[in-house]
C-alpha cells in the first residue's frame, strides 16, 4: 500500500479509549502492540445517546489490527458479505459523503456527524458506531472516519446469515461479554459490524 502521509493525522480523542482517555495500544484479538510503528488497524466504537439528556455511554470499543481483522473479515460468509456490500452499494449517498470529505480536509468530526447511509446525525442517533483506519499513532483519512446510525446497523444485522451472526456473536462474546450473574439483566442485542 502506497503511503501519503498528507491524510494522516493525529488520533483525534474520541478515538481514544473511553476507559483511560489514551489511544488503543494493543489489538483486542492478538494483543499485537499497535503505536510503535506503521502497523495498520481500526478502531470500532459503539456509542449510544440518551434522549433528552446531553449524557451518553461507550457500549463497547476496540482496535483490531489488520490482519486479525481480515481473519475476521474471512469468518462472515459470503451470502452476508455480498449483502453488505449491496445494502453500502444501494445507500451511501457518494456525492454528498464526497462533499462533506472535501469540505472538511483534516476534520476527521465533521466526516462523522451524520450517518454515512442514512443522513440522520449523532444526536438523533439512540444508538451510532464510528470508525478509524490508523497507522501506528496516526489516523488516515482515507474513505474513514465514518459514523453508521443504529437503523442502518439494524437493517445490516437483518441480512447477515445465521452463521455469521454466531461469529460475530461469539468475537462480542469473547471480548465483552458480562459477568454471568449481569447477562440477563443486560439487553441481547448488540450490532458489530466489520469494518
Known amino acids: 500500500m502506497e503511503d501519503n502521509n498528507t491524510n494522516l493525522i493525529e488520533i483525534p480523542k474520541v ?10 495500544d494493543h489489538c483486542i484479538e492478538c494483543d499485537k502492540y499497535l503505536l510503535g510503528d506503521d502497523s495498520e488497524y481500526f478502531i470500532e466504537k459503539a456509542i449510544k445517546n440518551y434522549k433528552g439528556f446531553k449524557a451518553q455511554d461507550v457500549i463497547f470499543e476496540y482496535a483490531i489490527c489488520l490482519p486479525c481483522a481480515e481473519k ?6 459470503k451470502e452476508s458479505m455480498q449483502s453488505i456490500e449491496q445494502y ?9 459523503r464526497m462533499e462533506i470529505m472535501q469540505n472538511n480536509p483534516g476534520t476527521p ?5 451524520t450517518c454515512m447511509l442514512k443522513g440522520e446525525s449523532q444526536k438523533e442517533s439512540e444508538e451510532y458506531q464510528i470508525y478509524a483506519h490508523c497507522k501506528g499513532n496516526q489516523m488516515e483519512l482515507d474513505h474513514m472516519p465514518y459514523m453508521i446510525c443504529g437503523a442502518a446497523l439494524d437493517e445490516i444485522a437483518e441480512l447477515l446469515s445465521e452463521q455469521t451472526r454466531d461469529e460475530l456473536d461469539n468475537f462480542l462474546k469473547n471480548h465483552f461479554g458480562p459477568p454471568p ?13 466489520l469494518v
Open 15 to 24: 478515538f481514544h479509549s473511553f476507559s483511560s482517555e489514551k489511544p488503543f
Open 72 to 77: 475476521l473479515r474471512k469468518q462472515i460468509s
Open 88 to 96: 453500502f452499494a444501494n445507500n451511501i449517498d457518494l456525492p454528498s
Open 109 to 113: 468530526e465533521a466526516w462523522m456527524e
Open 181 to 193: 450473574e449481569l447477562k440477563e439483566l443486560l439487553p441481547s442485542k448488540r450490532r458489530l459490524v
